[in-house]
């Protein structure tokens, strides 16, 4: 077996989610779950064969994942995946009214706490693709099949649903 040693200089590693999460149970049992909405934002391949499905890089971490946000006063849950859309893959289409499903993960929050989410999906039909929008600069967008796009997701639930996902 090979011996690591720690950098120089290097503090411990942070602690993972789950380590964060086990210090404080209480949080998962609590009823405490917060919830966002999400833009499962799909188009089909020209020749009719199949669909792809848009993922995009998160702000902070860079990890793959579908747009999604926090709920908007005064919006509907469909309408905030909409927005969540536009502003963070410049994507616009025929949204479905209904949740086509919902993964759960956990959040790391602005000031350092763990908060566990559960995100209702809505299936977005792209038709429109903006060349400017509120994150382009942020974020790095890709087209993908839906195998590849479970490949790159992390939340296990959210892998399920891209892979069986069929429009609706």
């Known amino acids: 077996m090979k011996a690591t040693r720690k950098a120089k200089g290097r503090t411990d590693k942070p602690k993972t989610l789950l380590q964060q999460l086990a210090a404080t149970p209480e949080k998962l ?6 919830q966002q909405y999400a833009a ?61 499903g919902h993964y759960t993960y956990l959040k790391v929050l602005d000031d350092g706490d763990v908060a566990p989410c559960i995100v209702d999906i809505y299936q977005i039909e792209v038709t429109e693709v903006a060349d400017r929008f509120k994150e382009k600069a942020e974020r790095t967008l890709a087209w993908v099949s839906p195998d590849e796009a479970a490949r790159r997701v992390r939340e296990i639930e959210l892998k399920s649903l891209l892979v069986e996902f069929v429009p609706r």
């Not at 049992?29 to 917060?34: D, K, N, T, V």
């Open 40 to 100: 499962l934002c799909f188009r089909y391949l020209p020749d009719g064969s199949g669909i792809q499905i848009l993922v995009v890089t998160s702000r902070d971490s860079g990890r793959w994942i579908i747009p999604k946000g926090w709920p908007m006063k005064g919006k509907k849950p469909h309408q905030a995946a909409v927005i969540e859309a536009f502003q963070e893959a410049g994507v616009r289409g025929k949204v479905n009214k209904a949740s086509v």
């Open 29 to 34: 049992f609590s009823g405490a779950f917060r």
